[in-house]
């Protein structure tokens, strides 16, 4: 059996970073291309279920949570805004075992789909949504 060699505290290794505010505020809006995606993905998912969507409410509600404390770092109050709403209309809707097409819900999704298409620079943000929104 091999000995287990234990790292003083001043042997740990430093973090120090070069980035700038601007190199991050870039990443960031790199970052949400790629969560627009997850949210359209999810709201083709949740236009797909045929029983209690209640796991995709839950990942919206994850997901929308996260986006929500991202935004208010980088400062967008008004992504912040509409992640913190898809977050309580999706838990909301877990919560009551609401149909997959809960207006609420669907609401808050195509709107923070137009806001990430829109801060991303995306044209097909908000049509997105619209094609696999449940019509019934």
Known sequence: MGSIK???????????????ADDLNRLFLIR????RVHFVTLSAA???A??????IFDDLNFRAH?????AATFDFPDLAKAASMLEM???VAATAHAEH????V???????????GDLDGSPLAARETDTVQPTG
């Not at 949400?32 to 969560?35: G, I, P, R, V, Y």
């Not at 097409?101 to 609420?104: E, F, H, K, L, V």
């Open 101 to 104: 097409t809960d207006s609420s």
């Open 32 to 35: 949400l291309q790629s969560e």
């Open 89 to 91: 209309t999706s838990l």
């Open 50 to 55: 045929e029983e209690c969507p209640g796991r």
């Open 6 to 20: 234990y790292r003083r505290r001043n042997d740990a290794p430093s973090f120090t970073s070069t980035a700038t």
């Open 106 to 116: 669907w609401k808050a999704l195509v709107a923070l789909v137009e806001l990430l």
């Open 66 to 70: 996260r986006l929500q404390g991202a």
């Open 46 to 48: 949740l236009a797909r």
